[in-house]
């Protein structure tokens, strides 16, 4: 497709227009191109056109003729150009990862930072092609194959329609100048391979098939957005947000159920792999626990219900405040002190919340609120004998609860426990003069 007709096709269909543009510009072929075609739409669309140029320092001189290109082009045309310079080497040092992964989160770290309503970036079909088949090749799902995405929060990518031929094409016509980046012809790099390796062979079956692979990730990226939307709406069925857990997996498609098990493990700080995922999709099954990455926090499964549980040693816990207090994701203890002279609502709290409230002056040294600790014993107010915590939690409390319960404690013991209530030494007395509203709240 002619690069002209692309851009203006994909800003029509977005209604991108009266806005600031910013195009990422390296200046090799397609985003000369890309700069060239918005500068000339700009009054069309009434677009303030500007660019950028990240100077990788990667390949000495040849680096900075890239960067004297792009300043001189910039001025012929008359269009603003930002040169941002970065530590690719340093960044990739520091956080062990590799020079072309460094780059790329450098360029899109200063990408970000840019002061536009849309950052243009000139990913082509023959981009778009290299990637999918290189998920494919490394290992991938549906997510995977819908290739590059042509909006993504301020990125916009136009061309994903244009082959780079069309583009090359299309500034040998117009006599416009470019420059190449040599390790581009190089197979040291895996995308190369792609590139000068197998693309080639695959034309040989099928010369269309960059825009055969666009069309194809176009509408997997629609039924995927699909998916992705009926996830959300059964998320919203089985989460139980008392237990921070997930009910009733079994009943959905495998489908929508894999999606279910990537969002709890995200919202639980995990970063799942497809591994990870089917993992648990086999606990389902099979019921019990594992740990998935070894950090001591176990997803568990049992009853109908997929939770978490932590075999660490550490207990959550803090020093109780007035007003919201918080040691576990999502729930929320609140802590109110009533003054004894404040009769009416001091009679009224104490009689509904008999189990919520305390005698504040008891209170030694001062209030910890923490999760369960080894050992613990309590005598519930009104009660002769001693309560065994592991034994009450095991039970009277469901699985997916008990790692979230809250206790309260002094200097010589326990004060309250959630579900349980308040301890025979600090109940509400005649001669209590202030007392401790304790409730909760959960997102």
Known sequence: MNPNKALSDFLTEHEIHHVLVTCALSGGADSVCLLYCLNAVAEKFHLQVSAVHVQHHLRGEESQRDELFCRQLCEKWNIPLQVVPVDVRGLAEKKKISVE?????????????????????????????????????????????????????????????????????????????????????????????????????????????????????????????????????AYAECFHPESRSLKFLQNYHPAIRRRLIAHFLKENHFSPSLAQITAVEKLLHEGGKIDLDRSGVMVCYGRNTLWLESQRNDCPSKTLELGENTIFQGVFLHAEVIDKTNSEKFATVHKKFTDSVLDYDIIKGYAELHARKAGLSFLPAGKKHHVFIKKWLNSSVAPELRRTIHFLSDESGLLWVEGLGVAERAKITDSTNHMLFLYLSRN
Do not use: W
């Not at 002061?115 to 490394?138: G, I, K, M, P």
């Open 101 to 233: 992964t460094s780059a790329r989160e450098c360029r899109y770290s200063v990408f970000s930072a840019c002061e536009c309503d849309y950052v243009a970036t000139a990913h082509t079909a023959s981009d778009n092609l290299e990637t999918v088949l290189f998920r494919v090749a490394r290992g991938t799902a549906l997510q995977g194959l819908c290739g590059i995405p042509a909006i993504r929060e301020k990125f916009i990518r136009p061309f994903l329609n244009v082959s780079r031929i069309e583009i090359e094409s299309f500034l040998q016509e117009k006599k416009i100048a470019f420059v190449n980046d040599s390790t581009n012809f190089s197979d040291d790099y895996s995308r190369n391979f792609i590139r000068h390796q197998i693309i080639p062979a695959v034309k040989k079956l099928n010369p269309s098939c960059e825009q055969n692979c666009f069309r194809m990730t176009e509408t997997i990226s629609q039924d995927a957005d699909f998916l992705e939307l009926s996830a959300q709406n």
